[in-house]
């Protein structure tokens, strides 16, 4: 299972795993239409993302409504990781899974080996949130570190980990990407995929307005200044973003196939994925 965004293989990492894709057994409920429930929208109203459709990707969800099902009860399980160029596990690490407006519905603390578990009543009803997790010490020096799943969890969730940076490991994240790091803001590490969860390699990342600044994963796991999109990897980060969401799209031989508004904290870092 492959995790985006982790300094310098940490800064690919910062907390998104890979698949998400119903684990082996995940029953989805048909009720949950019946108890009123709306799904909510892809994105319908994009360009045509041209030749980019023909070179072995899968844009065909682009504008289909999202399934409504889930499970009664959501578990994700996963680690803490300290970043750095080899990552360490980091025991008493408060776990946090919150709702898009912030309230908190199950936490856990980490273990000596890192290991989480959360569970949460979902009541069968797909789940919109984050989860968080936040080094016991302030004084520490310890960012928080977010991860969003790129459309609401309906399965379990497993190997989901959260890497932690403390001043010097963004730092030096910033420096291999020559960014100045910016008091108050927010760092996005995506993974821009297709329908089918394949990276796609090529693609030009943006923001509303321009916020912040876009750096693209190379082959080393590194992120470059001087790349111009995405590589095989489909990592991207950005640095430097304000305020507490950013309009991000993807585009491909000019069309924008993927766009989304994600959720964003200021100097803390937030792993998601961007797709169609």
Not at 4 to 30: N, Q, R, T, W, Y
Not at 197 to 203: D, I, K, T
Not at 236 to 242: A, K, M, R
Request: glycine share 14%; charged share 15%; proline share 5%.
């Amino acid at each position: 299972m492959r995790v985006p965004m982790v300094l310098i293989s940490s800064v690919v990492v910062f907390a998104c795993g890979k698949s998400e894709a119903p684990d082996a057994g995940a029953v989805d409920s048909g009720s949950v239409e019946d108890a009123g429930f709306v799904a909510p929208l892809c994105l319908v109203d994009v360009e045509d993302a041209g030749p980019g459709t023909d070179a072995g990707l899968d844009f065909s969800c682009r504008g289909r409504t999202q399934p409504s099902g889930g499970q009664a009860e959501l578990v994700i399980t996963g680690k803490t990781s300290r970043a750095g160029f080899m990552r360490t596990p980091m025991s008493n690490i408060l776990v946090e899974l919150l709702r898009t407006d912030g309230t908190v519905v199950a936490s856990a603390t980490s273990t000596d080996a890192g290991l989480y578990r959360l569970t949460f009543d979902a009541g069968c009803f797909p789940f919109a949130g984050e989860v968080r997790a936040t080094h016991p010490s302030p004084d520490a020096g310890f960012a928080l570190s977010y991860s969003s799943p790129g459309t609401p969890w309906r399965y379990d969730r497993s190997n989901l980990e959260l890497v932690l940076f403390d001043e010097s490991t963004r730092g030096l994240a910033a420096g291999i990407a020559n960014v100045t790091l910016v008091d108050g803001g927010a760092v996005l590490a995506m993974t821009v995929e297709d329908c089918a969860g394949n990276p796609v390699e090529g693609a030009v990342v943006t923001t509303a307005s321009g916020a912040g600044e876009v750096r693209y994963v190379g082959g080393s796991g590194l992120p470059s200044s001087t790349l111009a999109s995405t590589g095989a990897s489909g990592d991207v980060v950005i640095f430097n973003l304000p305020g507490d969401s950013v309009d991000v799209s993807a585009s491909l031989d000019g069309g924008v196939f993927a766009r989304r508004v994600v959720k964003v904290h200021g100097d803390a870092a937030t792993g998601t994925f961007l797709s169609p």
